[in-house]
Antibody, heavy 121, light 108 residues
Framework: EVQLVESGGELVQPGGSLRLSCAAS????????MSWVRQAPGKGLEWVAN????????YYVDSVKGRFIISRDNAKNLLYLQMNSLTVEDTAVYYC??????????????WGQGTLVTVSS | EIVMTQSPATLSVSPGERAALSCRAS??????LAWYQQKPGQAPRLLIY???TRATGIPARFSGTGSGTEFTLTISSLQSEDFAVYYC??????????FGGGTKVEIK
């Protein structure tokens, strides 16, 4: 059974940093692009970043470029999101998501339960 | 960036009735479109991918049509568990991967 379990969300002050983790199991983690998707309170879904299987390619939504870093550890089946210079606009539930097919980016078949990041003073 | 526009924002439907949700892309995305259902406090759930292929375990009352820029998710006979928010997402041209703003299906 595919499982994605996020952790690391908490209350942080504006300008602060936080690292989210996503523990993957039930599939060959190193075979899939992986993504982070977020959802601000009461709002819609927003793709944040994704990373290629071996980590050689990384892409970000414009609003987080230069502040967030996506990474992965294929030996430990872990996906990370390092978030720096956080603003109140980054307040959201952050989901880890896996596509349905290997090799290339496509629809998100599996989602974690999400972890809440609250940026507030 | 491809902008995804969903309409209506809210759809009021009685149980047993049919619901049709629209999603429009600002430029063609071929059939690289997915639909998700989200209930309060839950992660999104994949319903449809490739514009018209039901994901594993999704009931046949859910169907997707369209290609290019115009897409429709139809729920043939709404059940109580179908009242939720629905999102479309394109994965044809990225970055960024983009979602529509969502359609809330509520009980009439």
């Amino acid at each position: 059974e595919v499982q994605l379990v996020e952790s690391g969300g908490e209350l942080v002050q504006p300008g602060g940093s936080l690292r989210l983790s996503c523990a993957a199991s039930g599939f060959t983690f190193s075979s899939y692009w992986m993504s982070w998707v977020r959802q601000a309170p009461g709002k819609g879904l927003e793709w944040v970043a994704n990373i290629k299987q071996e980590g050689s390619e990384k892409y970000y939504v414009d609003s987080v470029k230069g502040r967030f870093i996506i990474s992965r550890d294929n030996a430990k089946n872990l996906l990370y999101l390092q978030m720096n210079s956080l603003t109140v606009e980054d307040t959201a539930v952050y989901y880890c998501a896996r596509p349905g097919w290997e090799v290339f980016v496509n629809h998100f078949q599996y989602w974690g339960q999400g972890t809440l990041v609250t940026v507030s003073s | 960036e491809i902008v995804m526009t969903q309409s209506p924002a809210t759809l009021s439907v009685s149980p047993g009735e049919r619901a049709a949700l629209s999603c429009r892309a600002s430029q063609g995305v071929n059939s690289n479109l997915a639909w998700y259902q989200q209930k309060p406090g839950q992660a999104p759930r994949l319903l449809i991918y490739g514009a018209s292929t039901r994901a594993t375990g999704i009931p046949a009352r859910f169907s997707g049509t369209g290609s290019g820029t115009e897409f429709t998710l139809t729920i043939s006979s709404l059940q109580s568990e179908d009242f939720a928010v629905y999102y479309c997402q394109q994965y044809n041209n990225w970055p960024p991967l983009t979602f529509g703003g969502g359609t809330k299906v509520e009980i009439k």
